[in-house]
């Protein structure tokens, strides 16, 4: 991201760069894709922080592996409700499903 905000654009860049047109993409879909990136970035920065620092606090900090969640990252699928899950009822649009998540 840093590098990104450090490179000059001119206007004729941000034109011939423009998402929405070059794309076909609506504002809505690039900020959703931004959240996600940002997103992405602070939680491994979190965790390389974590990983590095924090162990020396304390013993319990001292993990010799250390693993991300990826769980807060909204779902591109459809919804997998509580209820359907507990019955055990998978939708049949449903992909790639962790049943073994909690």
Known sequence: MRQLLA???TLKDLITEDRLVNDRLSLKQIILEMEDTVLATVVTEFVAFVGNQVSDL???????HLAEDKSLFKANEPIWHQSDRQEGRIPPKLRHLDTDAT
């Open 7 to 9: 490179q000059p654009f």
């Open 58 to 64: 304390d013993e319990a900090f001292a993990n010799t």
